[in-house]
Every structure is written in structure tokens, then in C-alpha cells.
């Protein structure tokens, strides 16, 4: 048998439909549960996020913002540009609306995690936090064969989907659009990737915290400068996303299938929830409250999908070259080409180079503290030293569809232990929250109070 293919009929399956009817499934029992959370508390959240005020009493490794960044340093990768590209390809203009939906109950979701990964937090031999769903499902649902199954699936995707992939999409960008040597890229990507982790959380942090919001910043500036100057265009490229969505014809024919298989694939790739990955940094916050760094982690998903992912996908219908037998990163670069002339070349291939390599240095951490869990302390530095030679490697390397494909497996396999955990402790979730809301309605008092 050809083991290529065994391998992507293993990966299809992983990801296949009782996967993502499991992770939305989630989100709406959460979503439903928590009271439609994700709504009514993201004004707060996102205020939250973004404060520059920081509770240094409390435990924790890093502020509400450093997590936040870390987190969306691992998320906001090569999926907001190649992954929405490809669902508009496969699925058309209407999985731009199931991506969205994604995103919309996948807030519940992350909000479950990293609750769940505040409360249920330890610290390690050097002081620090180490938490995530290894965590609650030890110490919370009381499985720890689950918790081994994440750990174990979480560190090989840290070195596929949250490295070597990366930085190989990185390499070749570069190659293609300024002619950089890959083994020039290589060790470029070894030493700034060696000198960032060796420090730790700490460093990671201080990093993410200065170097995501430029990255986001640029690139949503440059789609939303393109949006700006053809205005005219937006109706129609929402016509034609909604059309594509709920239109009789798109039923009939069905196209709002492939909407719905590509939509929601790519927007979970995209923001992560649910498989268990961001809670990690969310464990090392400084925090008082488990609920206040669960606000602040579920802006990660709105800013993730329901802006980063956005812009590129009105973008690319409004483009309407969806159809022209381009794919991928080649397809968004054509359409910023198309708005910008030749610097949509130049801003796409910077923007994936930040997004892949801010991937890499979130997933490092996620990798380590997983590693950490299963071997402890003194597997730590062995690890960081592998994790930037393997940033090397993946540079080098010109075929990755086998890394790919494994490390989709990997990465779909972290969310299944997560998923039953989340479930599972949902009870836990709901009183945390309670209590969470309780102590804003102090807070809101005392303030009145004052003034």
C-alpha cells in the first residue's frame, strides 16, 4: 500500500465530519450553557486584553496581554492566509460564513480552556506555571491516561504544525519572492528561534508582546486599506457570500456542504479552539480571577477569525478569482496584487513570513510544557535545542506533505482527550463563572461607590 496516501486517508478521517460536528457541538453546548458569554462580555474582554494595567500580586509567569499575545503568536499563522484561501477555493464564498460561526462558538470554547486551565494550574520546580488540558485532566476529570494522550500528541504537532511546516513556508516565500538562499533562511531561523526560547516563557512573552501586534497590524491595515479604496465592491462580495450560504440553488446543488466542511475545518486550523493548545499560555497569566484570563483568552479567537480571517476572505471574493485554478498563498497574493499592484506581492510575503514565524515561537512553548509534563524539568533544554534545529530543518527541507500530514493527524488527535474534558468539567466552568461574575458585580459596585 502506498503510505503516502495511507497517511492523508488517516488525516481525512481525523478531520473528518464527526470531528468538527464534535468541536462546533462543544462550543454551542458551552456557548448555550455560559449564556451566549462571547457576546455579552466582549466589550470587558477585549478592554481587558488590551489594558496596560497589571495585577502583580497575583500568581503567574506573564500579564493577561503576554499570554494573549502568545496565544495568538501560535494561531495567527499561514492558516489566515493559505487556510481561508483554500476554503473559499474548495468551498466557495459561503464558507466564509461557517468560518465565521466557527469562530463565533469556538469563543465559548477557549473561554472553557483557559478557565479550566487557571484553575487547575501548577507550579514547577523553577517557580513557574505549567497548566492546559494535561492539567484539568489529571487533576480536574481525573483521567490521566487522557492527559498523557494530549501531552503526547501535543509535542509532535509542536514540532510539525507548529514548526517545521512553518519555518518551511517561510524559506520558500522567500525564495520566491527576494531570491534568499534556503540554507540562508535556515540558520537565520535556528539562531532567532534558539535565542527567543532558550529564555523561556519570559522571553517568548516580552517577543510576542511587541512583535504580534505590528504583524496584525500590518496586515490588516493592508486589507482594510484595500477595502477603503474599493468600497463599492463590499455589498456585492457580501451578496455573494450569503448567496452562497443559504441561496436555494446552493442547497439544491450541494454546495452548502463543502461551505460548511471547509468553512469550519479552516476556521478551527485557524483559531485552534478546542484543541486544547492555547490554554497552555493562558495557564501562565498573572491572574486573580481564572474568569478574567478566560475573557481575556477568548478575544483571541474574535481577533484570530473574526477580523484577521475576515479581511482576507471578503478580500478574496471581492478579487473573484476564487475560481481561476489558483490556490493557497498564490491565490491571496494575486488578489492583494490585483488591489495593490506589485506590492501585494511583497505585503503577503512579509505577512507570512511574521505569521508562520510568530507560530513557531507560540508553539514552542506549547511543545515544551507538554514535554515537560510527560518527562520533566530535565527534558526541557534538550528540547529547546531540537525545537530550533528542527526550525532549520523545516526551511531546508522542499517536500513537506508528509510532515503535513502527519502533524494534521497529531493536531486533530489533541482535541478529542481536550473536547471530553471540556465537557466533562463543564460543571466546573459554569461555577467558576459564577463566581467570576459575582466579584465584577463587587468590582462595579465599589466603583460607583467611589465616585
Sequence with gaps: MDF?????????????PPLLVLIVGTGIYLTARLGFIQITKLPYALKLAFSKHQDKSSAGDISHFQALMTALAATVGTGNIVGVATAVVLGGPGAVVWMWLSGLFGMATKYAEAILAVKYRVVDEKGQMAGGPMYYLERGLKQKWLAVMF????????????????????ALALKSTFDIPLVVTAITLVILTGVVIIGGVHSIGRVVSFFVPFMIIFYVGSGLLILVMNYDLIPGAFATIFSSTFSAEAIAGGAIGAAIRYGVARGVFSNEAGLGSAPIAAAA?????????????????????????????????????YDSGLEGVELTMATFEMFLGPAGKYIITIGLVMFAYS????????????IYYLFGQRSILPYRIAFALVAGLGAMTTNLNMVWALSDIF??????????????LSGVVIAETRIFRAQLKKEEEERKRVS
Aim: aromatic share 10%.
Design 4 to 16: 503516502d496516501k495511507l497517511i492523508a486517508d488517516v488525516s481525512n478521517f481525523v478531520w473528518g
Design 359 to 370: 507560530t513557531v515561537l507560540g508553539w514552542s512553548y506549547y511543545g515544551e510544557k507538554s
Design 285 to 321: 497569566a498573572k491572574t486573580d480571577f481564572p474568569g478574567r484570563q478566560a475573557l481575556v483568552s477568548m478575544t483571541q479567537v474574535f481577533l484570530d477569525t473574526l477580523v484577521v480571517c475576515s479581511i482576507t476572505g471578503i478580500t478574496l471574493v471581492m478579487g473573484k478569482q
Design 411 to 424: 493536531n486533530g488527535l489533541m482535541a478529542i482527550p481536550n473536547l471530553i474534558g471540556l465537557v466533562g
Design 151 to 170: 501531552a503526547v500528541f501535543a509535542s509532535v504537532a509542536a514540532f510539525g504544525i507548529g514548526n517545521g511546516v512553518q519555518t518551511n513556508s517561510v
